[in-house]
């Protein structure tokens, strides 16, 4: 769930086989659904709340710079990462992290506004299970479940 900084009802949330809503009135009501399918992570950018991401499967997103008036597809790529694929957005920096295939996960650089990325790979191997930026002290972290060890 991504919750906006300055509205007091809006936010948006990913729900696995029920897509990724925005939502915006107070107590249970309606929403409206940015992507189908199968929903997963979402973020506001926290200090430009007019962009906002959902994601689906692999590395699929939607990005809206008008503060999810509309919405734009951006594939990264259809078939590396995860199904439910981990990202985190730094709202400081406008990266993306998002993970990727065995051993590495991109840096999304643009987010914004456009789809230049980069790769990089973990020291240690492994699939990339969880992911998170620490903005206090400008750290990306993750977790690694050792490939040998997906089932």
Request: hydrophobic share 35%.
């Amino acid at each position: 769930m991504a919750i906006h900084p300055t509205l007091t009802n809006y936010f948006l949330a990913g729900a696995q086989d029920n897509g990724s809503h925005q939502f915006s009135n107070v107590g249970l009501s309606t929403s409206v659904e940015v992507m189908g399918g199968d929903g997963a992570y979402v973020a506001i950018d926290q200090n430009e709340p007019q962009f906002q991401f959902v994601s689906y499967i692999f590395n699929q997103y939607r990005r809206s710079t008008n503060s999810g008036a509309t919405w734009t597809t951006t594939n990264l790529n259809t078939t590396s990462g995860q199904f439910i694929n981990p990202f985190d957005y730094d709202n400081t920096s406008n990266i993306m992290y998002c993970a990727d295939n065995a051993a590495s996960y991109r840096r999304w650089t643009k987010p914004q506004t456009a789809r230049q990325v980069l790769w990089s790979c973990f020291k240690h191997g492994g699939q990339c299970n969880s992911l998170w930026v620490c903005r206090r002290l400008q750290l990306i972290r993750y977790i690694l479940v050792p490939t040998a060890a997906r089932l």
